[in-house]
Structure formats: C-alpha cells, structure tokens
C-alpha cells in the first residue's frame, strides 16, 4: 500500500525532529511493503517573517490531496503566538474538520515520572480533546483599542453536533479500553456551555451502559492527575481544557518529548494530522538534543490511522524497546545525555538491523 504524507516540518525543534524520525519511520513502513511518499512544505513562521503569512491562500486546497500530514510544530520567540497558532496549525484542524484530537499519556517501561511509586503502564490513558470549536473558536472582538475602556471579548462556542462527534468516539474508545470514561468541564461557574457539554455526556452514556462516567471539574481533574493518575482511562474534555491536561499528563508520564497527538477527522474526508506535542521549543533549538520519540510515536499513531497496523506496532514497540534499555542513549529531558541522532539511529539498529 502506498501513502501520500505532507510534511510539515514548521519551526524550531520540529524541523529537527522531522528531518531524524520521518526517514526512519518511511524505512520501517518500506521494509513491510507500505510505502510513504512524502512531500515537504516549507511552511510557518519563517515564512511569515519572509512573507507576511505562515502558509499560502491554498494551502488548505494543495494539503486536500493528501493521505495524511506530519506536523513538526508551531511556534517563533519573533512571532507573536496567536498569529503561529491561527496562521498555521487552527486553519488545518479546523478546515479538515479534524474534530477529534487524541493525546494519549502512557508510563512505559524505564522512563521516571515525577510521580513517586509508578511502575510501567500504570499511568495509561488518553485525552479525547474537542479540536474545532469550544474556547478556541474564533469568535469574538476588541473595541477602543488603546483607549481607558478598550473592551476585548472573546467568546467560547459549543454545537451539539460537534460535541457528540467527540463525545461518541471517546465512550467507543473507553468501551474498548477498561470501561471508565471521565467528563471534565468547568459547569459549576460555566453554566451555559459547560452545562450544555455535560447534557450531552449524559444523553450519549445511554447508548454505552457498559462505559461507567466520572465527572470531574477541570481543576479538580488537574489535582487527580497528579494525585491518582492510574484510575484514568478516557478523558474527554473541550478545546482549552483538553489542551492542558494533556501537557500535565504528558509530564507525569515522564516527559512533553514522549507526547504524541492525532487531529482526526474520523469521517475520512480529509486528510488528519498528526504531530508531537512538545513545541517548537526554541530554548534547545540548534543543540541537537531533542527527543524525536514523539516525532515517531505520532507517525506510529498516523500509521494506525491509515490502517497500517503492522507498520505502527512496529514502531511503537521499537521505542518501548529502546526506553526500556538502560544501555540506549536518551535525550536529557528523560535523564540521558544523547543526542536525536543517536536516538534515532539506535532505533533504526533495532527495527531494520
């Protein structure tokens, strides 16, 4: 089978990541009879500062064509971040209707949490994160800008039909996995929107009688993470909360650089998008030093998703492997003094020989 990736490798870290991992992951699938045929554009936030804007007009029309799209980041110390996110990342999960983002947390086998007394796979579970509308809808305004009484507002929005497309695919998800789904909102102060999320979470549980729900304020969620991270299993949750409990669960797995995500649009039409979430991170940049496991991770999860199964099975217990040995080198986020290179070409030593 034969796969058309466009590649985006954005900004900072991500273009090193991408340029280590992706020739790596092409490999794996090449030695199991899939192909993947990438194309790279050139897009974020040089292109910004060169041309005013982090991708072309069409760029949503030239992506449509694709199988699928790897996301290195998104993010410039020179460029203000609400105009990297909505210049670049916001237009794609929004203008594929990539609904659903996935962001699971797992503790694998010789990766430290912060956590005292975790052993491997008992922190395991995945965030079921609105990925289109919520807080994160683009809806809203400022008046009287630089004036005593400039106003800014900024409006969160919620569709049944949105909320159930995420909703549904997180209790089928819980159904497979231990049968726990966990609603988080914020409806004891957000009494419309909010409310209106749990109602829905309500209605749908009865389709899943099997699936037991938990509801959880957002900061009493974040508390729980830390405090009993191995009684989660689904987490479904809108646009802003999703977004940070992700980061938290990321940390207590041991580290943002094992973090891997899926913008889904479950339906097929377009092309979803898969990236790790660790950020353009500027800080390391240049230094050679960033972990490119959730570069691979989120290419295992894209591999999933276009119904390679071997392929990203492959890849993902290639790097279980490999953080289980304490002899294999490893990035310093997780404790090693290694570089993505070595990283990445041990890797290619355990999976291709």
């Known amino acids: ?16 990541v991408v340029s280590e991992a992706f020739p790596l992951v092409r490999d794996v699938a090449e030695a199991r009879g899939t192909t993947l045929a990438p194309t790279e554009f050139d897009w974020g936030s040089e292109r910004y500062l060169e041309e005013g804007e982090m991708m072309p007009e069409d760029g949503l029309d030239r992506l449509e064509a694709y199988d699928s799209i790897l996301l290195g980041a998104v993010g410039h110390p020179d460029v203000p971040d609400h105009v990297t996110l909505h210049g670049l990342r916001l237009p794609i999960t929004k203008g594929f209707d990539q609904h659903v983002c996935r962001r699971p947390s797992y503790l ?9 007394g975790y ?7 995945v965030v079921y994160r609105q990925n289109t509308e919520g807080e994160y809808a683009h809806v809203g305004g400022r008046e009287h800008e630089g004036s005593d009484n400039e106003v800014a507002v900024q409006s969160a929005v919620f569709t049944r039909e949105a909320t159930e497309r995420l909703v549904r695919p997180a209790f089928e998800a819980a159904a497979a996995r231990e049968g726990k789904l966990t609603n988080v909102t914020k409806s004891n102060a957000q009494a419309y929107g909010m ?47 999703g977004d940070v409990l992700t980061d938290l669960g990321a940390i207590i797995s041991g580290s943002i650089g094992l973090a891997p995500s899926a913008n889904v649009d479950p339906t097929g039409t377009y092309p979803s998008m898969f990236e790790p979430v660790h950020g353009s991170a500027f800080d390391i940049t240049g230094d050679g030093v960033a972990n490119p496991l959730a570069t691979v991770l989120s ?3 894209m591999l999933r998703n276009l119904g390679e199964e071997d392929v990203a099975d492959a890849l993902r217990e290639g790097v279980a492997a490999q953080l289980a040995d304490e002899s294999a080198p490893r990035t310093p986020d997780i404790g090693g003094e290694g570089t993505t290179e070595e990283v990445v070409s041990d890797l290619r030593t355990r999976l291709l020989g």
Do not use: K
């Open 1 to 16: 089978m034969a796969h058309d990736i466009a590649v985006i490798p954005g900004d900072g870290i991500g273009r090193e």
């Open 108 to 116: 694998f086998e010789g990766v430290d949490s912060p956590l005292r």
């Open 119 to 125: 052993d491997a796979g008992e922190i395991d579970f």
């Open 195 to 241: 409310v209106f999320w749990d109602d829905v979470v309500e209605e749908v549980s009865a389709d899943y009688p099997g699936v037991e729900v938990e509801r959880l304020l957002v900061d009493a969620a974040s508390m729980d993470f830390v405090r009993r991270p191995e009684e989660f299993d689904v987490i479904a949750a809108s646009n802003l909360f």
């Open 299 to 301: 290419c295992s999860m």
